[in-house]
């Protein structure tokens, strides 16, 4: 490997990384001595990386240092290609246009032998039962969940008993046939699912629900058991 990918690669490591990793834990990962991780991470904060953490503490990436993103390899490519297609097919349709435009931009500025593997990537996205319906207002939902925004909603569940809500929609779970507001309810004082085909009404509020978005998925994941993705 050479040393440019060898920086590359601790990158990218760091950045999967949202506290401070073992320097051990780093040069396992990258398959160097510990002698090697400690020179290469002098390197990158030379070159402007804001790299927190010293030998026996741990280190963190800070955001703020960017790079070209010319060093793809092939499956990081096809991961791109795969993941996109999906979301272009699977999604509703803003997203799925968002999806297709950002592969657009990548290719732009890949390099010519790279962006012949992006175009001639062979990972198709095979054809899937109908999905529910609900998929219309997947763009509302997504909307209320970035502004952190309350919404009331008329629901109908599984026996089709109605009843009005107003949720805190902090998630939104894609699954191959139906879609899932995570969130929440006000009603149930506790966290609740919701279909979004089972969602007869809604409409999003000016008020901003108490806390924020990221401590109640955290919160939410440890009472499920879901581990961060």
Same mark, same amino acid.
């Given at each position: ?104 931009? +990548? ?37 209320? +969940? ?6 009331? +909603? ?56 108490? =806390?924020? =978005? ?6 939410? =994941? ?8």
């Amino acid at each position: 490997m050479s040393r440019s990918q060898r920086l590359l690669d601790l990158i990218q490591v760091l950045r999967r990384h949202r506290r401070p990793v073992a320097g051990a834990a780093l040069a396992d990962e990258l398959g160097v001595s510990l002698r090697t991780l400690y020179r290469d991470i002098e390197t990158l904060k030379a070159q402007g990386a804001h790299i927190d953490g010293e030998a026996g503490v741990g280190y963190v990436l800070r955001p703020g240092f960017m790079l070209p993103p010319l060093m793809f390899s092939e499956e990081e490519i096809e991961a791109l290609v795969l993941g996109s297609r999906w979301v272009a097919e699977r999604a509703d349709q803003p997203l799925g246009d968002a999806a297709r435009n950002a592969l657009a931009k +990548i290719g732009a500025v890949l390099p010519d032998d790279l962006r012949t593997s992006l175009d001639a990537s062979s990972l198709l996205i095979g054809p899937g039962e109908a999905l529910a319906a609900g998929d219309t207002e997947l763009a509302s939902i997504r909307d209320a +969940i970035r502004a952190e925004r309350k919404m009331q +909603i008329a629901y109908a569940d599984g026996k089709g008993s109605p009843s009005r809500r107003t949720i805190w929609p902090f998630a939104l779970a894609f699954f191959d046939r139906v879609r899932v507001v995570v969130a929440w309810c006000e009603l149930r004082d506790g966290y609740r699912h919701f279909r979004t085909d089972r969602i007869t009404a809604l409409k999003s509020t000016a008020k901003r629900y108490p =806390r924020r =978005r990221a401590a109640l998925l955290k919160e939410w =994941r440890a009472l499920e058991g879901v581990p961060e993705q």
